[in-house]
Nanobody, 124 residues
Framework: QVQLVESGGGLVQAGVSLRLSCAAS????????LGWFRQVPGKEREFVAT????????YYGDSVKGRFAISKEYAKNTVYLQMNSLKPEDTAVYYC?????????????????WGQGTQVTVSS
């Protein structure tokens, strides 16, 4: 069973960059599909980015495409979300999630393990 711990959130100004980390334990990221989702209170969980088990397939949500990048670092058993050109509308709690199988997925119901979340607040 995999455990996920996010870090790297914080309060930043619009236009800057931030990198979120998600450290996995119990399973290796090379054997997992991984995703990032975000949620604002009162709204549904929103897909942000996903990477397949092999790392060869990546998808992004439309609102972050071209600004965010997901990657895996096998040596640290960690998945990252590099966030550039942050906007106030990126403010949310960001969650890392893991799934079995070889595919990436934009559907949060496909993920069986979740981290506790990390808050990102972008001021204008």
């Amino acid at each position: 069973q995999v455990q996920l711990v996010e870090s790297g959130g914080g309060l930043v100004q619009a236009g800057v960059s931030l990198r979120l980390s998600c450290a996995a334990s119990g399973r290796t990221v090379s054997n997992l599909g991984l995703g990032w989702f975000r949620q604002v209170p009162g709204k549904e969980r929103e897909f942000v980015a996903t990477i397949s088990r092999s790392g060869r397939t990546i998808y992004y949500g439309d609102s972050v495409k071209g600004r965010f990048a997901i990657s895996k670092e096998y040596a640290k058993n960690t998945v990252y979300l590099q966030m550039n050109s942050l906007k106030p509308e990126d403010t949310a709690v960001y969650y890392c999630a893991a799934k079995d199988g070889i595919t990436a997925s934009t559907d949060y119901t496909q993920y069986s393990a979740w981290g506790q979340g990390t808050q990102v607040t972008v001021s204008s």
